[in-house]
């Protein structure tokens, strides 16, 4: 067993450490709102997340990425969320911005938006066709959970760090040149995320 999960919790770590639009996301939320305000976005993505993993488990994330046009409905939506995200981060940079934005996204919306992230389908789908047939072993239930509960609990670390990143700059950025180069980098990021989906 322990020659299957140290491969799939490496690949867990990977996939979601690196830069994508829950973390991009996530920083901005731990700038804007700090770490605590930003918990139930952190855990409405893994919990988002882990159903998506278990949908995809189940083989129905390729029966959608076999049909064109969801896959075209899916890169709309997060393209166009990652669009008005990059637009309302351009407001970073101005002094006492962080006031006038509303909330922190919400434990439902983020779980929501992962079923319009397009990293997060293409980790579904690897990670279930590489990893559900090493777990043979295991009755299909059982393996299918062990499956997420590996997954997640890798997961909810790693976006953790991103917005915990956040909090910290936080700190660094009163001063009004350094806020403007974040933001700009942030809608920078943010921007090519959204083109990225495309490639």
């Not at 830069?19 to 930003?38: H, K």
């Given at each position: 067993?322990?020659?299957?999960?140290?491969?799939?919790?490496?690949?867990?770590?990977?996939?979601?450490?690196?830069?994508?639009?829950?973390?991009?996301?996530?920083?901005?939320?731990?700038?804007?709102?700090?770490?605590?305000?930003?918990?139930?976005?952190?855990?409405?993505?893994?919990?988002?997340?882990?159903?998506?993993?278990?949908?995809?488990?189940?083989?129905?994330?390729?029966?959608?990425?076999?049909?064109?046009?969801?896959?075209?409905?899916?890169?709309?939506?997060?393209?166009?969320?990652?669009?008005?995200?990059?637009?309302?981060?351009?407001?970073?940079?101005?002094?006492?911005?962080?006031?006038?934005?509303a909330q922190p996204?919400?434990?439902?919306?983020?779980?929501?938006?992962?079923?319009?992230?397009?990293?997060?389908?293409?980790?579904?789908?690897?990670?279930?066709?590489?990893?559900?047939?090493?777990?043979?072993?295991?009755?299909?239930?059982?393996?299918?959970?062990?499956?997420?509960?590996?997954?997640?609990?890798?997961?909810?670390?790693?976006?953790s760090v991103w917005?915990?990143?956040?909090?910290v700059l936080r700190?660094?950025?009163?001063?009004?040149?350094?806020?403007?180069?974040?933001?700009?980098?942030?809608?920078?990021?943010?921007?090519?995320?959204?083109?990225?989906?495309?490639?």
């Amino acid at each position: 067993m322990i020659e299957t999960l140290l491969p799939l919790m490496s690949f867990a770590f990977v996939s979601s450490i690196t830069p994508g639009p829950n973390n991009i996301m996530l920083t901005s939320s731990g700038i804007w709102f700090g770490f605590r305000r930003s918990l139930p976005h952190m855990l409405g993505i893994t919990f988002g997340f882990g159903v998506l993993l278990a949908l995809c488990a189940f083989g129905i994330g390729e029966l959608v990425i076999a049909v064109p046009q969801l896959v075209l409905l899916l890169k709309a939506m997060g393209c166009a969320y990652l669009l008005y995200l990059a637009w309302q981060l351009r407001r970073m940079g101005v002094a006492g911005a962080t006031e006038r934005v509303a909330q922190p996204m919400s434990f439902g919306a983020a779980a929501l938006f992962q079923f319009a992230n397009p990293k997060a389908w293409v980790m579904a789908v690897t990670g279930a066709s590489a990893f559900m047939p090493m777990l043979h072993k295991l009755p299909g239930a059982l393996a299918i959970l062990v499956y997420c509960l590996v997954f997640c609990a890798i997961n909810l670390p790693c976006v953790s760090v991103w917005a915990g990143a956040g909090a910290v700059l936080r700190r660094y950025l009163e001063r009004p040149l350094w806020r403007m180069a974040f933001a700009a980098v942030m809608v920078l990021l943010t921007l090519y995320s959204a083109l990225a989906i495309w490639l």
